[in-house]
C-alpha cells in the first residue's frame, strides 16, 4: 500500500458495527487503488538490490570491511579492556549495530578471527586446513590485536552515522591506515553482482605502499593462507576475465608415496582427499590408500600401487582432482556509495592516499589541540604571574568577575596567538588558589617550550606528509611483519594433458570386419588398454583413417587394418605405409607422422583413388623402420622377381604426402625381414626453468640429445644429486643448481662449508649412474653448499675475512689440490683461515681432444661402411654430443 493510501487511511472515520458507510462507485475505487504491478517491482527490487549491495556483500574501498565487519570490530572496541571476550557476548553486544541476527554475525566473526589479522582468538576457532568449525559462541573468546588497535581505530577521524534504530551511533568506515581489503580478501554475492577479491601478502602490501609513495612502480600478486603453489600468468590485476592456477604441494617421499603438505586455497583435506578418492574410483589414478595425518600442518600420504610412476601420478593429480584449481577474481568494491570494479594496484593507491589523508588529518587535529593547550596555558601563565586575581576581590557577581578579568587581560592580548573567549574566562576564575600559591613560573615556561617544540615537530610532518607516511609504514613493517612472510609460491605451471597421465582404466576392443570398436565389445579382439578419455586412430584397408572417442561402442568402418590409442602432436611416432594406387596403379611407398586430426573427420593415407589398398603397414613409436623382402608376381620379361626394400632409406614426410613409387608392377608377397632401430636419431629435451619441467618445445635450456638408454645429471643445493630417465613427466627437486647430460666417468669438483668444524671442504668425485638420491658432499656432518664445478681442471679463489681479513687471496688448483675419489669421501680442508668468499676462476688448462692413433687420415673400410649407414641396428647416433647445458639457479 502506498504512502498516499496510508495518508487517507488516517482521515477515514471508523466505521461501527451498526453504521456502514455508502460503497463508493467502482469507477473511482478503481482509479484511486490500484496500482500496477510493474511499478511495484521495479521500486521494490532496485530498493532492494541497491541495498544488499551496499549494505551487505560487497566492502567499502576506504577500510576493506563490509557492513558487518565494521559493525564487529566497532563493538569490539566499545568492549574493549585489554582482556578476553565471551564470543556469545561480543554477538549480543554488536546486534546493536546490526540487525540481521546473530548468525550472520557469529559467521563472520569467526571469519574474521581465522584470517589471525584483527582479531586476537583464545579456544578452538576451527581450522581452515581441515575445514574443522569453531565451537559454540559460549566457549570461545576474542579481543581485538595491537594491529587493529593501531591501524584502524581513531574516534577523532571517523565520521559517524545513527544505527539502523536510531539510538546509538556507528562508523561509516573505519579510518583504517593500511590495505585490510587485499590483505585479507573477500568474497561476497550480491544481487546481479559479485565480489571476489583474494588475499595477499602483509609485507608485500607495506612495500608497495612505500613504493608508490615514492613513485616507484609495483605489481601485486596473491598469497594465500594454505600455502601451495600460485601461477599468476593470466591474474589481470584481479578484474573480471583473470583467472589463478593454484596447487597443492606435493613431495615424493619414496618410490611408493606422495604427501601432500599444502593445499589449496578454497580447499581443506577433506574435500582435497573426497576429489582423490573419487577420480581413483573412476580410474584415472591408481592409490592403494590414503591416509590424512593432518595437525598443525597439512600431511596426506597416498600410497601408490606396485609399478605405478610417482611422477605421473603427480600430473595425474593435477589433471583429475582438486589438487589444482582454478580461481577467477573479480575486484568490485564500494566508493561514493556506488560499486566499481577496479585493479588491486589502484585499490592500493587510493588505500595509500587514504592513508596520507588520515595521517594529515591527525596531525592537522594534534596542532589543533598543541595550539589549544598553548593558548590555556599562556593565558594561565599571564594571569598568575600578573596577579590578575587580585582585580576581582571586590566583585560581587560571576558576570562581574568575567568582565573584570577580561578587562585586566587587554594589555596581554598581543601575546597570545587568538581571542580570548567566555570559556577561557571561565576557567581562569575557577583556578583554586592553593594552586595559584604553588604556582612555577620555570615550569610554566618549560611546559609551553616543550608545547612549542611539538607544535614545530607536528607543523614539520604537516609541510612533509608524504616522508612522514613512509616513515609511519616503514615503523609498521619493522613492528608487525614478523612471521608474515610469503607463504604461496609463485610459478608458471605446465599444461598437463590428461590423456598423458591417466590411468589406463579401460580396455579397447574391435571387430574388424563389422567395423565396431569399443569398451563393451567384451568378446571381441582385444586391442589394448586405454582411459576413458582417450582418442583412438582407426586405419582401414582402403587407406582412409580417422580419430574417435573412446566409447562404449561405436561404429568406425569395416576392414580395420590398424586400431590402437593416438596421441595428439606426437611427432616421434611414424607410420611406415605400402599402398597400392587404385585398382591396377603402381605401388606406393611413404612414411609419415600424423600429429593432429579434427575428431571424427576421415582422412586418406593414399592418393584416394577408387580401389587403393594398404598393402603394409607398421606404427613405430620411436621412429623405427624396417627392411621388407618383395615378392612381385611373374609376368613376361620381368626378371628380378625378389628384391629388398629399406624404409630407414626413405624420407619422412606429411601424412597429406603421396611417397615414392616402389614398383610398377603388381605385388605377391610381401614379408618383414629385419626390423631397425630408431631413424630419428636422439630426442632434443630443453629444460624450462620456470616451470622445473622437461620439454621438447624448445623452451627453456638444452639439456642434450638423449637416446633410450641415456640419463640426465641434476645437482642440487641440498647437497643431493641423481641421475634420471629423460620423461618429460619427471618432477625435480627444488633447488636445482645444475644440470646436463649423465657422462660415465666424468669428474666433479664441489666446495662445501662443514657446519660443525667451521670450516670450507673441496672433493672432486664421478657421480654414480643409479638413479637414486646419492649425497655429493658429506655424510658425516652437516653440510652447506658453496659451490659445484663440472670442468677438468678448475681454480678456486678464497678470500679471507674476519679476522684473517688482511691476508692476500689465494688460488688453488682443484686437480693438484686434492685427487679424484668416491663421491662419499669427505675431502680436503682448504684453509685454516677463516674464509669470507669463494670465487670460481676460468681454467688455465683444457683436457687435450684425443688424437686418431693412424696420422695418415685414410679411413678404413669399416669406418668407410659405418659413414653410408648410420641408422644399423644397434647403432647411437653421435649427433648430440656436447650439445649439453649447465645451468645455474
Given at each position: 500500500?502506498?504512502?498516499?493510501?496510508?495518508?487517507?487511511?488516517?482521515?477515514?472515520?471508523?466505521?461501527?458495527?451498526?453504521?456502514?458507510?455508502?460503497?463508493?462507485?467502482?469507477?473511482?475505487?478503481?482509479?484511486?487503488?490500484?496500482?500496477?504491478?510493474?511499478?511495484?517491482?521495479?521500486?521494490?527490487?532496485?530498493?532492494?538490490?541497491?541495498?544488499?549491495?551496499?549494505?551487505?556483500?560487497?566492502?567499502?574501498?576506504?577500510?576493506?570491511?563490509?557492513?558487518?565487519?565494521?559493525?564487529?570490530?566497532?563493538?569490539?572496541?566499545?568492549?574493549?579492556?585489554?582482556?578476553?571476550?565471551?564470543?556469545?557476548?561480543?554477538?549480543?553486544?554488536?546486534?546493536?549495530?546490526?540487525?540481521?541476527?546473530?548468525?550472520?554475525?557469529?559467521?563472520?566473526?569467526?571469519?574474521?578471527?581465522?584470517?589471525?589479522?584483527?582479531?586476537?582468538?583464545?579456544?578452538?576457532?576451527?581450522?581452515?586446513?581441515?575445514?574443522?568449525?569453531?565451537?559454540?559462541?559460549?566457549?570461545?573468546?576474542?579481543?581485538?590485536?595491537?594491529?587493529?588497535?593501531?591501524?584502524?581505530?581513531?574516534?577523532?577521524?571517523?565520521?559517524?552515522?545513527?544505527?539502523?534504530?536510531?539510538?546509538?551511533?556507528?562508523?561509516?568506515?573505519?579510518?583504517?591506515?593500511?590495505?585490510?581489503?587485499?590483505?585479507?580478501?573477500?568474497?561476497?554475492?550480491?544481487?546481479?553482482?559479485?565480489?571476489?577479491?583474494?588475499?595477499?601478502?602483509?609485507?608485500?602490501?607495506?612495500?608497495?605502499?612505500?613504493?608508490?609513495?615514492?613513485?616507484?612502480?609495483?605489481?601485486?600478486?596473491?598469497?594465500?593462507?594454505?600455502?601451495?603453489?600460485?601461477?599468476?600468468?593470466?591474474?589481470?590485476?584481479?578484474?573480471?576475465?583473470?583467472?589463478?592456477?593454484?596447487?597443492?604441494?606435493?613431495?615424493?617421499?619414496?618410490?611408493?608415496?606422495?604427501?601432500?603438505?599444502?593445499?589449496?586455497?578454497?580447499?581443506?583435506?577433506?574435500?582435497?582427499?573426497?576429489?582423490?578418492?573419487?577420480?581413483?574410483?573412476?580410474?584415472?589414478?591408481?592409490?592403494?590408500?590414503?591416509?590424512?595425518?593432518?595437525?598443525?600442518?597439512?600431511?596426506?600420504?597416498?600410497?601408490?600401487?606396485?609399478?605405478?610412476?610417482?611422477?605421473?601420478?603427480?600430473?595425474?593429480?593435477?589433471?583429475?582432482?582438486?589438487?589444482?584449481?582454478?580461481?577467477?577474481?573479480?575486484?568490485?568494491?564500494?566508493?561514493?556509495?556506488?560499486?566499481?570494479?577496479?585493479?588491486?594496484?589502484?585499490?592500493?593507491?587510493?588505500?595509500?592516499?587514504?592513508?596520507?589523508?588520515?595521517?594529515?588529518?591527525?596531525?592537522?587535529?594534534?596542532?589543533?589541540?598543541?595550539?589549544?593547550?598553548?593558548?590555556?596555558?599562556?593565558?594561565?601563565?599571564?594571569?598568575?604571574?600578573?596577579?590578575?586575581?587580585?582585580?576581582?576581590?571586590?566583585?560581587?557577581?560571576?558576570?562581574?568577575?568575567?568582565?573584570?578579568?577580561?578587562?585586566?587581560?587587554?594589555?596581554?592580548?598581543?601575546?597570545?596567538?587568538?581571542?580570548?573567549?567566555?570559556?577561557?574566562?571561565?576557567?581562569?576564575?575557577?583556578?583554586?588558589?592553593?594552586?595559584?600559591?604553588?604556582?612555577?613560573?620555570?615550569?610554566?615556561?618549560?611546559?609551553?617550550?616543550?608545547?612549542?617544540?611539538?607544535?614545530?615537530?607536528?607543523?614539520?610532518?604537516?609541510?612533509?606528509?608524504?616522508?612522514?607516511?613512509?616513515?609511519?609504514?616503514?615503523?609498521?613493517?619493522?613492528?608487525?611483519?614478523?612471521?608474515?612472510?610469503?607463504?604461496?609460491?609463485?610459478?608458471?605451471?605446465?599444461?598437463?594433458?590428461?590423456?598423458?597421465?591417466?590411468?589406463?582404466?579401460?580396455?579397447?576392443?574391435?571387430?574388424?570386419?563389422?567395423?565396431?570398436?569399443?569398451?563393451?565389445?567384451?568378446?571381441?579382439?582385444?586391442?589394448?588398454?586405454?582411459?576413458?578419455?582417450?582418442?583412438?586412430?582407426?586405419?582401414?584397408?582402403?587407406?582412409?583413417?580417422?580419430?574417435?572417442?573412446?566409447?562404449?561402442?561405436?561404429?568406425?568402418?569395416?576392414?580395420?587394418?590398424?586400431?590402437?590409442?593416438?596421441?595428439?602432436?606426437?611427432?616421434?611416432?611414424?607410420?611406415?605405409?605400402?599402398?597400392?594406387?587404385?585398382?591396377?596403379?603402381?605401388?606406393?611407398?611413404?612414411?609419415?607422422?600424423?600429429?593432429?586430426?579434427?575428431?571424427?573427420?576421415?582422412?586418406?593415407?593414399?592418393?584416394?583413388?577408387?580401389?587403393?589398398?594398404?598393402?603394409?603397414?607398421?606404427?613405430?613409436?620411436?621412429?623405427?623402420?624396417?627392411?621388407?623382402?618383395?615378392?612381385?608376381?611373374?609376368?613376361?620379361?620381368?626378371?628380378?622377381?625378389?628384391?629388398?626394400?629399406?624404409?630407414?632409406?626413405?624420407?619422412?614426410?606429411?601424412?597429406?604426402?603421396?611417397?615414392?613409387?616402389?614398383?610398377?608392377?603388381?605385388?605377391?608377397?610381401?614379408?618383414?625381414?629385419?626390423?631397425?632401430?630408431?631413424?630419428?636419431?636422439?630426442q632434443k629435451i630443453w629444460f624450462d626453468p620456470e616451470v622445473q619441467r622437461l620439454n621438447t618445445e624448445a623452451r627453456g635450456s638444452l639439456v642434450g640429445e638423449?637416446?633410450?638408454?641415456?640419463?640426465?645429471?641434476?645437482?642440487?643445493?641440498?647437497?643431493?644429486?641423481?641421475?634420471?630417465?629423460?620423461?618429460?613427466?619427471?618432477?625435480?627437486?627444488?633447488?636445482?643448481?645444475?644440470?646436463?647430460?649423465?657422462?660415465?666417468?666424468?669428474?666433479?669438483?664441489?666446495?662445501?662449508?662443514?657446519?660443525?668444524?667451521?670450516?670450507?671442504?673441496?672433493?672432486?668425485?664421478?657421480?654414480?649412474?643409479?638413479?637414486?638420491?646419492?649425497?655429493?658432499?658429506?655424510?658425516?656432518?652437516?653440510?652447506?653448499?658453496?659451490?659445484?664445478?663440472?670442468?677438468?681442471?678448475?681454480?678456486?679463489?678464497?678470500?679471507?675475512?674476519?679476522?684473517?681479513?688482511?691476508?692476500?687471496?689465494?688460488?688453488?688448483?682443484?686437480?693438484?689440490?686434492?685427487?679424484?675419489?668416491?663421491?662419499?669421501?669427505?675431502?680436503?680442508?682448504?684453509?685454516?683461515?677463516?674464509?669470507?668468499?669463494?670465487?670460481?676462476?676460468?681454467?688455465?688448462?683444457?683436457?687435450?681432444?684425443?688424437?686418431?692413433?693412424?696420422?695418415?687420415?685414410?679411413?678404413?673400410?669399416?669406418?668407410?661402411?659405418?659413414?653410408?649407414?648410420?641408422?644399423?641396428?644397434?647403432?647411437?647416433?653421435?649427433?648430440?654430443?656436447?650439445?649439453?647445458?649447465?645451468?645455474?639457479?
Amino acid at each position: 500500500m502506498s504512502q498516499e493510501e496510508l495518508d487517507n487511511r488516517e482521515h477515514l472515520p471508523e466505521e461501527g458495527p451498526l453504521q456502514q458507510q455508502a460503497p463508493e462507485p467502482a469507477e473511482h475505487h478503481r482509479s484511486t487503488h490500484v496500482t500496477k504491478l510493474s511499478g511495484l517491482y521495479q521500486d521494490w527490487f532496485l530498493d532492494y538490490a541497491s541495498y544488499v549491495i551496499l549494505e551487505r556483500a560487497v566492502p567499502h574501498i576506504d577500510d576493506g570491511l563490509k557492513p558487518v565487519q565494521r559493525r564487529i570490530l566497532q563493538a569490539m572496541r566499545r568492549m574493549d579492556d585489554g582482556r578476553y571476550n565471551k564470543v556469545a557476548n561480543i554477538i549480543g553486544y554488536t546486534m546493536q549495530y546490526h540487525p540481521h541476527g546473530d548468525a550472520s554475525i557469529g559467521d563472520a566473526l569467526v571469519q574474521l578471527g581465522q584470517k589471525e589479522l584483527l582479531i586476537d582468538t583464545q579456544g578452538n576457532w576451527g581450522n581452515i586446513l581441515t575445514g574443522d568449525g569453531a565451537a559454540a559462541p559460549r566457549y570461545i573468546e576474542a579481543r581485538l590485536t595491537k594491529f587493529a588497535l593501531d591501524i584502524i581505530f581513531n574516534p577523532k577521524t571517523t565520521d559517524w552515522k545513527l544505527t539502523y534504530d536510531g539510538r546509538n551511533k556507528e562508523p561509516l568506515a573505519l579510518p583504517a591506515k593500511f590495505p585490510l581489503l587485499l590483505m585479507q580478501g573477500v568474497e561476497g554475492i550480491a544481487v546481479g553482482l559479485a565480489s571476489k577479491i583474494l588475499p595477499h601478502n602483509f609485507v608485500e602490501l607495506i612495500e608497495a605502499c612505500i613504493a608508490y609513495l615514492k613513485g616507484e612502480d609495483f605489481i601485486l600478486y596473491p598469497d594465500f593462507p594454505t600455502g601451495g603453489m600460485v601461477d599468476v600468468s593470466r591474474y589481470n590485476h584481479g578484474l573480471r576475465g583473470g583467472t589463478v592456477k593454484i596447487r597443492a604441494r606435493m613431495v615424493k617421499t619414496d618410490i611408493r608415496t606422495i604427501t601432500i603438505t599444502e593445499v589449496p586455497y578454497g580447499r581443506t583435506t577433506g574435500s582435497l582427499i573426497e576429489s582423490i578418492v573419487k577420480a581413483n574410483e573412476k580410474g584415472k589414478i591408481k592409490i592403494k590408500k590414503i591416509d590424512d595425518n593432518t595437525a598443525e600442518n597439512v600431511e596426506i600420504q597416498i600410497s601408490l600401487a606396485p609399478g605405478v610412476s610417482p611422477d605421473k601420478t603427480i600430473d595425474a593429480l593435477y589433471a583429475c582432482t582438486d589438487c589444482e584449481i582454478s580461481v577467477s577474481p573479480n575486484s568490485c568494491v564500494i566508493q561514493h556509495n556506488k560499486p566499481l570494479f577496479l585493479e588491486v594496484e589502484t585499490i592500493l593507491k587510493h588505500s595509500a592516499d587514504h592513508t596520507v589523508k588520515l595521517l594529515k588529518l591527525e596531525q592537522e587535529i594534534r596542532l589543533n589541540e598543541l595550539e589549544q593547550e598553548w593558548h590555556l596555558y599562556s593565558l594561565e601563565r599571564i594571569f598568575i604571574m600578573n596577579e590578575l586575581y587580585e582585580h576581582i576581590k571586590n566583585c560581587k557577581t560571576e558576570e562581574e568577575i568575567l568582565d573584570t578579568i577580561d578587562e585586566s587581560l587587554k594589555p596581554f592580548i598581543k601575546k597570545l596567538r587568538r581571542e580570548v573567549t567566555r570559556d577561557d574566562l571561565i576557567r581562569l576564575s575557577n583556578i583554586p588558589i592553593k594552586r595559584i600559591s604553588k604556582y612555577s613560573s620555570f615550569k610554566a615556561d618549560e611546559l609551553i617550550k616543550s608545547i612549542e617544540a611539538e607544535m614545530e615537530e607536528v607543523k614539520e610532518r604537516i609541510a612533509h606528509i608524504i616522508p612522514f607516511t613512509i616513515a609511519y609504514y616503514e615503523s609498521m613493517l619493522k613492528k608487525y611483519s614478523k612471521g608474515r612472510e610469503r607463504k604461496t609460491e609463485i610459478r608458471s605451471f605446465d599444461t598437463i594433458e590428461a590423456t598423458h597421465v591417466v590411468v589406463a582404466n579401460e580396455k579397447l576392443y574391435v571387430n574388424r570386419e563389422e567395423g565396431f570398436m569399443g569398451t563393451g565389445l567384451k568378446k571381441e579382439e582385444y586391442v589394448c588398454d586405454c582411459s576413458d578419455i582417450d582418442d583412438i586412430i582407426v586405419i582401414r584397408d582402403d587407406g582412409k583413417y580417422q580419430i574417435s572417442k573412446v566409447a562404449d561402442k561405436v561404429y568406425v568402418g569395416k576392414n580395420i587394418r590398424y586400431i590402437g590409442v593416438f596421441r595428439k602432436n606426437d611427432a616421434r611416432t611414424i607410420y611406415n605405409v605400402v599402398y597400392r594406387d587404385g585398382l591396377n596403379g603402381a605401388i606406393m611407398s611413404k612414411r609419415c607422422a600424423i600429429t593432429g586430426l579434427t575428431r571424427d573427420k576421415e582422412y586418406d593415407l593414399t592418393k584416394g583413388d577408387k580401389g587403393s589398398k594398404i598393402l603394409h603397414l607398421t606404427v613405430n613409436p620411436n621412429g623405427e623402420a624396417e627392411i621388407l623382402k618383395i615378392s612381385l608376381k611373374p609376368r613376361p620379361r620381368l626378371r628380378i622377381l625378389h628384391f629388398e626394400y629399406d624404409f630407414s632409406q626413405l624420407a619422412i614426410k606429411g601424412k597429406g604426402s603421396m611417397g615414392n613409387i616402389l614398383s610398377k608392377y603388381a605385388i605377391h608377397r610381401i614379408e618383414l625381414k629385419e626390423k631397425i632401430g630408431s631413424t630419428l636419431g636422439g630426442q632434443k629435451i630443453w629444460f624450462d626453468p620456470e616451470v622445473q619441467r622437461l620439454n621438447t618445445e624448445a623452451r627453456g635450456s638444452l639439456v642434450g640429445e638423449f637416446q633410450t638408454v641415456d640419463r640426465i645429471l641434476v645437482f642440487y643445493n641440498s647437497g643431493l644429486c641423481c641421475t634420471y630417465k629423460p620423461d618429460l613427466s619427471t618432477h625435480f627437486e627444488p633447488g636445482i643448481v645444475h644440470m646436463e647430460k649423465f657422462q660415465e666417468g666424468k669428474v666433479y669438483s664441489a666446495v662445501y662449508f662443514d657446519l660443525e668444524q667451521q670450516f670450507y671442504y673441496l672433493k672432486r668425485f664421478v657421480a654414480e649412474n643409479n638413479g637414486k638420491l646419492s649425497n655429493f658432499l658429506s655424510d658425516d656432518s652437516k653440510c652447506a653448499y658453496t659451490l659445484l664445478s663440472d670442468k677438468d681442471y678448475p681454480r678456486l679463489k678464497l678470500l679471507f675475512g674476519g679476522k684473517h681479513a688482511h691476508r692476500e687471496a689465494e688460488e688453488v688448483d682443484a686437480e693438484s689440490f686434492i685427487a679424484v675419489k668416491g663421491i662419499k669421501a669427505k675431502g680436503k680442508r682448504l684453509s685454516t683461515y677463516e674464509i669470507a668468499r669463494i670465487e670460481e676462476l676460468e681454467p688455465l688448462r683444457f683436457r687435450e681432444e684425443e688424437e686418431p692413433d693412424d696420422d695418415s687420415g685414410e679411413i678404413s673400410e669399416t669406418e668407410e661402411h659405418d659413414m653410408e649407414s648410420p641408422f644399423k641396428p644397434g647403432s647411437t647416433d653421435d649427433a648430440g654430443k656436447g650439445e649439453q647445458m649447465s645451468l645455474g639457479f
